[in-house]
């Protein structure tokens, strides 16, 4: 995972939009790897501290709109487990900023690509 | 249950410093349900080690285990395999089983990566308050049911004292009740105040002599 | 000259007393300024204990140096610091010395105070130590064992008759009562309807005790919001806060003088309790105008 964005993506959601952005031909940065989940309630504080302990330069994870979530409550999990792995890592001395939640819709190609694109561009300028 | 609450990462840090292969081990009874040392929190730590010391250049291996009852010399032993290939153990159960761990392996370093701080019951999710001192002489039929060791941040046993807060909150933290405020109020709502309105003499502090031993006779 | 406070309790109409509370360090300059200040003026000093879970200079040391100087002294004793024995053999001691009085607290928390990491031991509280100087005026100890020389102590205790719920405090009011107590200085009291309410639970209970009503001037706003905070048994109430804030810059002082002083007229006047004991914490020095200004010197 060597300075990879790993993107933990909702199926319902944002999984759906970063296929669209895809078809579409937008343009994504070149380390994105997408994970397809059930529900961004899926992903697990572990996963995102073990992403960033083999190699990943930040772990997104990235679901459906407030109050839309298909399992009524996953991506309000996933904010909370977001927030407390930022915690858990600023404890160590590694910046929480790398892991982060956001929301989207199916049918949203473009916001996609800019949050992972502002992602990268946030990457950049840290590694400068 | 026991409570415990896992130690500030610098102390933690601190006390495996020297060490490069570690076993954290923990316990699938209380500490897990309180959400401090059982598989799922022995799992983060050791993710948070090998961070921390990844970026400070002194590369550290864990092992991790979660064993049923950290306090059980029996399933201790279990351990023995993984205990006989690291330098160090880092316990995330409580007291008592970090030092049943530490008995068993007599010969390697065990670490506390949690304090142990109370006996308690959850008052909401994830929330424990502490209810019970572990005096050896239980009061609780003359106050209705609440411990005045410990509800009462002084121990008293003709409480309250002068200094309780309004509304009956306490005056060390006024995010608590007053324990004999709540004494009050259960025993008023069960017409027994007159429990409350007896004279308690000293209490027998040597009820208990540390450290305490007791012979059970299996029924 | 000091007279026997026990009797100034029973032939007195309205009796005054105040707190000196000791400095932090071994140089007793101050307490004896206050000493010389108040001996007079007062039925007797009442030596504060490690107070607020402040280490001070101990209680039994300045009443002693109360007692050189011909004044009359009122032990505080609480049961933060020391267990069951060391309680009984400082109480020896202090009888031995010429101590005769006795006022019988559970003590603030180690919380309020500066060592605050410091072991509390509560062995024992107020009840508990009421009946223990019963005993040791019995001749006896605790576990029933004869004394070699007793102890004959007025005893003293405090009652807080603003707590909110006030029920349960009553609870233990009438516990001390009955275990018998010669005297009550309240925790501060703004509000004399409180006062009122308080005495006639006490009354109801116990004729004979002694109740004094105590006085803890405010200075100003701020400080009673602090104080409301932070210190144990006091509450401020809102219209003495606003009173004190609407005082002139700089008469904070004068208003918190002023306010003790008309509380502790009306009490007297209409006949509320049996006198008012004074907390000046830090201003022991200005003790005198609000005898004053109350119409007692």
């Avoid at chain 3, 018998?180 to 006490?202: N, P, S």
């Avoid at chain 3, 048994?233 to 008309?262: H, M, S």
Wanted: with cysteine; net charge neutral.
């Amino acid at each position: 995972m060597n300075g990879e964005i790993i993107a933990f993506c909702c199926e319902h959601s944002a999984y759906a939009a970063a296929d669209a952005a895809g078809k579409q031909g937008l343009h994504s940065p070149e380390k994105l790897r997408v994970i397809r989940v059930p529900c961004a309630g899926r992903v697990d504080i572990i996963h995102m501290l073990k992403a960033l302990e083999e190699g990943a330069a930040a772990v997104l994870v990235l679901g459906c709109e407030d109050g839309l979530c298909q399992h009524l409550t996953g991506n309000v999990r996933a904010k909370e487990r977001v927030k407390y792995s930022g915690m858990l890592l600023t404890e160590v001395g590694i910046d929480g900023g790398r892991v982060g939640m956001f929301n989207l819709a199916a049918n949203a190609p473009h916001k996609f690509i800019k949050i992972v694109n502002e992602v990268n561009e946030r990457i950049k300028e840290r590694e400068r | 249950m026991i409570v415990a609450e896992r130690k500030p990462m610098e102390e933690i840090l601190q006390m495996i410093a020297p060490y490069k292969k570690v076993l954290l081990a923990g316990c699938a009874t209380c500490v897990a349900i309180c959400w401090t040392g059982g598989e799922k929190e022995v799992g983060i730590l050791a993710s948070q080690l090998r961070l921390a010391r990844g970026k400070e250049g002194s590369k550290i291996d864990t092992v991790e285990a979660t064993v049923e009852r950290q306090c059980e010399k029996e399933m201790v032993e279990e351990l023995r395999d993984k205990v006989k290939g690291v330098e160090a153990v880092l316990s995330l159960a409580c007291g008592a089983g970090i030092q049943t761990l530490a008995e068993v392996f007599e010969d390697k370093p065990v670490f506390p990566a949690v304090n142990t701080t109370f006996l308690g019951s959850p008052e909401g999710e994830g929330v424990w308050l502490e209810n019970c001192g572990a005096c050896g002489d239980c009061f609780l039929d003359r106050t209705g049911g609440i411990c005045p060791m410990v509800r009462c941040a002084k121990g008293i046993l003709n409480g309250p004292c002068g200094g309780t807060r309004k509304g009956g909150k306490c005056e060390i933290d006024p995010d608590k009740d007053c324990g004999w405020v709540l004494i009050y109020r259960r025993l008023e709502k069960q017409g027994r105040l007159d429990l409350m309105r007896k004279y308690y003499p000293p209490k027998n502090f040597r009820a208990v002599k540390r450290p305490g031993k007791m012979k059970a006779i299996k029924a | 000259m000091a007279r026997d406070f026990r009797e100034t309790l029973k032939t007195k109409d309205f009796v005054v007393t105040a707190e000196a509370a000791p400095i932090k360090g071994s140089s007793v300059e101050r307490s004896l300024e206050h000493i010389e200040l108040l001996k007079d003026k007062v039925d007797a000093l009442n030596v504060t204990d490690n107070q607020s879970s402040v280490m001070r200079y101990p209680s039994v040391g300045v009443c002693l140096l109360i007692k050189e100087h011909g004044g009359e002294a009122v032990l505080q004793v609480t049961c933060r610091d020391r267990n069951r024995l060391a309680i009984q053999a400082d109480l020896l001691f202090a009888w031995s010395r010429g101590v005769r009085n006795v006022l019988c607290l559970t003590g603030d928390s180690i919380d309020v105070g500066d060592h605050k990491e410091a072991k509390p031991v509560f062995d024992l509280e107020s009840v508990q130590l009421i009946h223990l100087v019963h005993t040791l005026n019995s001749g006896k100890d605790m576990t029933g064992n004869e004394l070699s020389g007793g102890t004959d102590f007025c005893i003293g205790t405090t009652a807080t008759p603003s707590a909110d719920p006030i029920e349960p405090q009553l609870v233990k009011v009438q516990k001390k009562l009955e275990a018998g107590v010669d005297f009550i200085q309240t925790q501060a009291v703004y509000d004399l309807d409180e006062l009122k309410r308080f005495m006639e639970f006490v009354r109801k209970h116990d004729q004979k005790v002694k109740v004094l009503l105590g006085i803890v001037p405010v200075i100003g706003a701020k400080m009673a919001q602090y104080m409301n905070e932070n210190v144990p048994g006091i509450f401020v109430p809102q219209y003495i806060i606003d009173e004190l804030a609407q005082a002139p810059k700089g008469t904070g002082i004068n208003k918190g003088i002023e306010i003790a002083a008309r509380l502790i007229r009306k009490a007297k006047e209409d006949k509320l309790c049996d006198g008012a004991h004074i907390m000046f914490i830090g201003k022991e020095e200005r003790v005198p105008e609000i005898l004053e200004a109350a119409g007692l010197l």
